[in-house]
Each structure stands twice: as C-alpha cells, then as structure tokens.
C-alpha cells in the first residue's frame, strides 16, 4: 500500500468559541488491515463544511465526535487494501472518510461509501454533485420555491453553498443578490458566481442595502449566516416570501447561547404572511440523484459552474476548518492529502 503508518488528526479537546490548535492531536497508527467484509481507502481528498464545527461542537443531528476518535469528515480516495467484493482495490469512492490518511470501513454507517460517478472529478463529487450543490439545489427549489421574477436574497453567497444557490436562481430566471464579507468577496460574487449584486455586510448597512436593491422586497431569502443578517432579510420581506433556513454560521463558533444573536424582526414573518423552514440535506438521501441530473444539465449548459478553493497537505487540515470561520475560502472548500 506504499506506507506503513496511517497519520490522524484527533479531537484533542471539546472546543468552545473559535476553534485553536489544541483542539486537535496528530496521531501516528500502523497502517488498518482490513477486516471480512471491509476495505481500506487511501484519503485524496477532504471536504470542509461549517456543520463539522457542530459535530465536534457536541450532539447535533449526529452524535457528536468523541475524544481521542478521528474527526468526523467527508472525502474521497480510493481503496488500497480489500476484502469486500463491492469495493475492489483501485475502485475511486467517495463517503464519510474522516481526518486521516487511510479509512478503514464496511462502507455503511451514516454517509455510506459509494463509487466516484465516473467521469466525476473528486473536485466536483464533493463539490457542485456532493452535498454543497444538493444542499443549495433542495433548499432554494424544495423548499424556496422561486418563480422567474423573483428576487432571491443569498447570505454567505461567496461560500460553497451560497455561490451555487444564486446560480441556479439565475439559471431560474430570478435576480440574485448575494451578501458576503469584503469587497474582493463581493465583486467575486458578480463577476465570477453572476449575482446581480452583492452586499457586503462588513461595510454596508445590510437592511438598507437590500431595501435600495429589492425596494419591493426579497420573495426568497436562503440564509447560511443568522443573527443580525437574518434579521436584515426580515426586514425586507416581500408577500408571502420563503425564508430557507439552511444555516448560521455566524453562531456555531458561540461559546454560550447568550452569546447568540437573537432575531427582533420576526413578526415581519406575520406581517407578511411568510414562512420560515428549515432541513437538513440529508433528508433528501433519497432524490439526490434528481439534484445532481439537473445540475448536471445547468452545468452542461454552461449556467452553473463548479467554483473550488482546494487547499494543500495533511498538515494544514485543522487550519483549513478554520478557513471557513475566517472568511477565507471562495466557493466549495477543499484539501488534497
Ligand atoms: N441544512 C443543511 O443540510 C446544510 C448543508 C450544507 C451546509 N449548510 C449550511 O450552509 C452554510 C454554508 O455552508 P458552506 O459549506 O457553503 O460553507 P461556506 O459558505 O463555503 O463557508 C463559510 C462562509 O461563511 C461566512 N462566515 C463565516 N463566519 C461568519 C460570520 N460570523 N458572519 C457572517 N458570515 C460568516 C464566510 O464568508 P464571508 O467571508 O462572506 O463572511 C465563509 O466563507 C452553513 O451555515 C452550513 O452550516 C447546511
């Protein structure tokens, strides 16, 4: 297999606030030996996704992540050692791979191990086909429901998700307005992601900005940040409007409740007879494969394109969370081992 250790990246510590780098421990194992019925995967790639600060964080809509286990992420590689006939040694696959370099696995479990789509980069299977690009696709038309015309407001729309749901609302027919942080971020969010406009929310007054670029109001608003940028988008409701909780980042590094952001427009969601509602991609397990044929065609049409940040070395893992509380990345958030 080329190696005779498996390097990991251990949770050290419970973290509380941001993350630091006693929150995890490098830890050196002698290379796994498969098992009946397992497989060893090499580890080529690594996703990095807010919703890992929650696993680590304590129980969410998963266990969370012990001490001492390897922290809990997705990835793709491919098998190197096997006794499962359904993943043979060479196969590429995708799945729950965690922070280490080889992933010891029956394949089951939460995230189930699957073959790479061939022809699928890992780039693009973690990316626009893997749980960004569906997240964005069931949460904007599932649940968001937009209708050419409509004005669709996106918080965090230089991330992974965010830049993926204001492209397929322009393949859709509706203006897109992104908010992100910075101006790099912002003309990023035009010029490269195709927004009609972006708003940054480090410089702009948010609830002003929107109301000047949607003096009708938003019909859609998906937030991935919460707290006061919510709370801007409540403000600029339009009739029945929908409001997709995909999630608020701008709250998972917080230390205690009292350190979050409560929301003070929400009666706008009365006033205006709108709907708030939140999910979990996962739910969607069963109609992925309708998300990734659309996205697919939009791709193919040249409407939506894959947009990846894909960061360097074994090392630079527990760095490359952090990216994503720092505002560093632009698009999806990679790292190739
Ligand atoms: N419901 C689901 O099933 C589901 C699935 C996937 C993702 N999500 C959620 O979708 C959101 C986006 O995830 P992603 O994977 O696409 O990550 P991402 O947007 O690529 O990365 C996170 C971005 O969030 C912004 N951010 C970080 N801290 C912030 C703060 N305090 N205030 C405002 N913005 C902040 C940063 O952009 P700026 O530089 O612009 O600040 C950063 O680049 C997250 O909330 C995530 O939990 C939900």
Redesign the pocket.
């Known amino acids: 297999m080329g190696s005779n250790v498996n390097r990991r990246w251990l949770l050290a510590a419970r973290p509380s606030g941001n993350l630091k780098d006693s929150d995890f421990q490098l830890d050196t194992q002698p290379m796994p030996e498969p098992g009946e019925g397992e497989f060893v995967i090499k580890v080529t790639h690594l996703s990095?996704?807010?919703?890992q600060?929650?696993w680590i964080g304590g129980d969410t809509y998963l266990p969370a992540v012990k001490i001492g286990e390897v922290v809990r992420a997705g990835g793709a590689g491919e098998v190197v050692a096997s006794k499962n006939p359904n993943f043979p040694v060479g196969m590429k696959v995708q799945g729950a791979v965690g922070w280490q370099e080889y992933c010891l696995t029956d394949g089951k479990g939460w995230w189930p191990t699957v073959p790479l789509h061939p022809g699928l980069s890992p780039e693009l299977a973690l990316g626009l086909f893997g749980?960004?690009g569906i997240?964005?696709y069931f949460?904007l038309l599932d649940i968001g429901q937009p209708k050419a015309g409509d004005v669709v407001l996106v918080?965090?729309?230089?991330?992974?998700?965010?830049?993926?749901v204001g492209q397929i609302a322009k393949a859709m027919g509706c203006t897109a307005i992104g908010?992100?942080?910075?101006k790099t971020?912002c003309d990023w969010v035009v010029e490269t992601a195709g927004f009609d406009a972006c708003i940054d929310?480090?410089s702009e007054p948010v609830a002003k900005r929107i109301r000047e670029l949607a003096p009708k109001g938003v019909n859609v608003v998906f937030?991935?940040?919460?707290?006061e940028?919510l709370d801007a988008a409540l403000a600029n409701l339009a009739l029945k409007a929908r409001v997709i909780?995909?999630?608020?980042?701008?709250?998972?590094?917080a230390a205690s409740a009292a350190e979050i952001q409560g929301l003070k427009n929400y009666m706008q969601l009365t006033v205006m007879r709108a709907r708030m509602e939140?999910?979990?991609?996962?739910?969607y397990a069963a109609r992925f494969g309708e998300a990734a044929q659309a996205l697919g065609k939009w791709m193919a049409e040249g409407k939506v394109k894959s947009i990846e940040?894909v960061q360097e070395g074994f090392e630079n893992i527990p760095a490359t969370l952090r990216?994503?509380?720092?505002?560093?990345?632009?698009?999806?958030?990679l790292l190739r081992l």
């Open positions: 990095f996704d807010p919703t600060r929650g749980t960004t997240t964005a949460g918080s965090g729309a230089a991330g992974a998700t965010g830049s993926v908010i992100a942080g910075g971020k929310y480090k937030e991935n940040v919460g707290g940028i909780l995909c999630g608020g980042i701008s709250s998972y590094n939140g999910f979990i991609v996962l739910d940040d990216r994503l509380f720092e505002g560093k990345n632009f698009g999806k958030q």
